[in-house]
């Protein structure tokens, strides 16, 4: 079993920038693609990025495209969320997933079997 742990959230200014973490235990975490989904209050979740086992092939949704950058180090079961000039709109729990499937880069949540119980991300105008 995969336990995810996310961090790096808080309170920031329109335009700030934030990095988040999402920390992996068990040695299965390699073998995981990984994604980020984000939860604004009264809103379904929405998929943010998604990044295939290596680290190389990544995927975004159109509304943080040229903003956030999707990254893991296998080497220390960590993926993270850099997320740069960010807006109100951007306000969310954010959440981290694994997919069993190394090589998917889904942005269906109900393909990922593992998450995180959220960080909140509160951006003010």
């Known amino acids: 079993q995969v336990q995810l742990v996310e961090s790096g959230g808080g309170l920031v200014q329109a335009g700030d920038s934030l990095r988040l973490s999402c920390a992996a235990s068990?040695?299965?975490?390699?073998?995981?693609?990984m994604c980020w989904f984000r939860q604004a209050l009264g809103k379904e979740r929405e998929f943010v990025a998604a990044?295939?086992?290596?680290?190389?092939?990544?995927y975004y949704a159109d509304s943080v495209k040229g903003r956030f950058t999707i990254s893991r180090d296998n080497a220390v079961n960590t993926v993270y969320l850099q997320m740069n000039s960010l807006k109100p709109d951007d306000t969310a729990v954010y959440y981290c997933?694994?997919?069993?499937?190394?090589?998917?880069?889904?942005?269906?949540?109900?393909?990922?079997?593992?998450w995180g119980q959220g960080t909140q991300v509160t951006v003010s105008s």
């Open positions: 068990g040695r299965t975490f390699r073998s995981l693609s």
């Open positions: 997933a694994g997919n069993r499937d190394p090589w998917a880069t889904s942005n269906q949540s109900d393909e990922y079997e593992h």
């Open positions: 990044v295939d086992w290596r680290g190389v092939r990544t």
